[in-house]
């Protein structure tokens, strides 16, 4: 009777959290003092703009030498004046373009660089074409110094295309000229269904006027564009991540305002932009690169449009007095089945799997499964599939964790036994409690093992939901985006940490743990000496899901609901059909008549138990 007593008040406490809840989204309504305050948050959302715009302009500002009328034979002579041996070059403000069926890159005579790359089988979130480089987002360039003392940027130079054909490629040479033979070269080659093009910086005849005695730096910067719903929780997976010293991968901070970075022998360099990258790969490790990353992103907006600046500077090596130089263009999916198919240059490594265990869980279990499942079934299903598997993976786990509870709550009217006999003497009263476990040969921390077991599944759930490509705008029933939070209501304010929106899978998920917690906690409320107060974590442990899981990936939600689902179905059958009250009962009292050998983690913790009673008693006499 008291069991179902506590089941009752635990659904009324469930009840009213959530009313409460509801009572402070209607109380949360704006007053003319918060609209006051909104409008200067509105403010400093422009400043925060004019910022964005002041770092766009140190991305992609044009130098004196763009504006060229040239038409004007003046200008252009001064043009080619101010760049000295470089002026052969025709100047041109001409755009090549190279396309396949997966992407579309515009290059600009100026400076021979990409000045557009559009991915053409996505769409953002609002159905605008997806675009790594668009309106002066990037810029790559050279600086050097030549022989006669010109101080030189190629992002000032034009550069002369040559278009042609080798076999089903698409091949664009671009050279800056000192004379017919004597040029510094960007080749692209950019092959059918292929995401990544070979790229090559090359000079030929410049020995004499490139200096070899002064630097020669490579300067690559993006800023990444947001393609998301929110641009928060896509900024949180968005970062520079890089490959060095032979194979080791690291990463610069995401959250940071600012984070930089000298690294040496660097194979390659990934702007990653949620779900999508931008990666340079180089045949010839750089023995050196100077990265930094500058977070955009203050605060959830609506009308944010770039997230991070991303910034390399790589000295670079002439061999002979020459550049020579191979490398790749990687512009495309942050997708493990497409970066799969350039394993000799490990771009797989570039996607967040995970730390640690998390990540090699990830990568060789639920990437895999995950992908098998979504060739034949949609998302939302895969998903519960998934779901089962697991959780069927995970019953043996399950069963160990629900037998533990069940000889607990066997032996629930002698622990309060022991509880009321000591109730004013604690120590006591925590060892005798430790002698009956240990005779009856139960362990409170043989329910805890199974959960701390399951951890490793969680934390890496928690990676792949939201950097899964596969899941990516990929809709179930109410949700149109698996890879995003579900909306089934919009807040004409912002709670905070739950967002200006009402996501439906979190409720339903923590109404499933609620019961799941009911199930097991629940049953066995008895407060133990120094252990914590369970009643307190089965409220908290849903609330804090049904707060914090509001802007996180709804595929990551609809799977805690199915898995707390499964969990509740697999102990229901555990408890009616497979664990016996009386037969453990029986067990249990077989087991206390059996002698009991103590290990020496309890032989010490019954000694020191016993010493600090006895403390205890000399210190009142």
Request: glycine share 4%; net charge neutral.
């Amino acid at each position: 009777m008291e069991e179902k007593k506590l089941d009752v008040n635990s659904i009324i406490g469930f009840v009213l959290i959530f009313g409460i809840l509801l009572f402070m989204f209607w109380q949360n309504q704006p007053t003319q003092e918060e609209l006051e305050a909104e409008k200067a948050k509105q403010e400093q959302i422009d400043a925060t703009a004019a910022k964005e715009k002041e770092a766009n302009e140190t991305v992609s500002k044009p130098s004196e030498t763009t504006a060229i009328n040239f038409q004007d034979s003046t200008a252009v002579a001064n043009y080619k004046s101010s760049i000295g041996s470089f002026g052969f070059t025709q100047a041109s403000d001409a755009v090549t373009v190279l396309e396949n069926d997966l992407v579309e890159m515009k290059i600009s005579n100026k400076g021979g660089q990409i000045i557009e790359a559009r991915l053409k089988k996505f769409r953002t979130y609002d159905s605008v074409p997806v675009y790594l480089i668009k309106d002066g987002n990037a810029s790559f360039a050279l600086t050097f110094s030549t022989s006669d003392d010109k101080e030189l940027n190629t992002k000032d130079l034009f550069f002369e295309p040559s278009l042609t054909k080798s076999g089903s490629n698409q091949v664009l040479s671009m050279k800056a000229k000192v004379a017919a033979n004597q040029f510094l070269e960007y080749r692209y080659e950019m092959k059918p269904g292929d995401y990544l093009v070979d790229f090559s910086i090359k000079s030929q005849g410049l020995s004499g006027i490139i200096k070899n005695d002064q630097p020669i730096n490579l300067d690559w910067k993006l800023k990444a564009i947001r393609h998301s719903k929110s641009i928060k929780y896509s900024n949180r997976y968005s970062r520079l991540t890089y490959s060095h010293e032979d194979g080791k991968i690291s990463k610069l901070s995401d959250s940071s305002d600012k984070d930089e970075e000298t690294e040496e022998e660097v194979e390659w360099l990934s702007y990653r932009q949620h779900f999508f990258s931008s990666i340079l790969v180089t045949d010839t490790p750089f023995t050196s690169a100077n990265l930094s990353s500058e977070n955009l992103v203050e605060e959830e907006s609506h009308t944010q449009k770039y997230m991070k600046i991303y910034n390399s500077e790589v000295p670079l090596e002439l061999k002979g007095g020459e550049l020579s130089y191979n490398m790749n263009w990687y512009y495309g999916p942050t997708d493990v089945k497409v970066l799969a198919q350039y394993k000799e240059l490990n771009l797989e490594d570039s996607i967040p799997f995970g730390w640690g265990i998390f990540g090699l869980i990830n990568r060789y279990v639920f990437t895999p499964l995950f992908t098998f499942l979504s060739s034949m079934l949609p998302a939302g299903i895969a998903i519960i599939v998934m779901t089962i598997l697991v959780r069927l993976a995970m019953s043996p786990v399950t069963y160990k964790s629900y037998l533990s509870q069940a000889k607990m709550k066997v032996l629930k009217p002698e622990i309060a036994e022991i509880n009321e006999k000591y109730k004013d003497n604690a120590m006591k009263k925590q060892q005798e409690t430790m002698k009956l476990n240990n005779k009856a040969g139960v362990s409170p921390l043989s329910g805890c093992i199974p959960a701390l077991i399951q951890m490793p599944i969680f934390y890496a759930l928690f990676s792949f939901f939201p950097t899964s490509f596969a899941l990516r705008q990929k809709p179930f029933l109410w949700a149109d985006d698996l890879s995003s939070y579900d909306v089934i209501a919009q807040l004409p304010f912002n709670v905070p940490f739950y967002g200006d929106h009402v996501s439906l899978f979190p409720i339903l998920a923590s109404i499933a743990i609620f019961f799941y917690m009911m199930m097991t906690t629940g049953q066995n409320m008895t407060q133990q000496p120094g252990m914590p107060n369970m009643k307190f974590i089965m409220y908290l442990s849903p609330l804090m899901m049904l707060i914090f899981f509001n802007t996180y990936a709804s595929g990551l939600s609809l799977y805690y609901f199915v898995s707390n689902l499964i969990t509740i179905f697999i102990m229901l059958a555990i408890k009616n059909f497979i664990i016996d009250d009386e037969k453990i009962h029986a067990q249990i009292q077989e087991n206390k008549k059996k002698p009991k050998k103590e290990n020496k983690f309890q032989r010490k913790m019954r000694e020191m138990m016993e010493q600090a009673e006895e403390q205890k008693k000399t210190g009142k006499k």
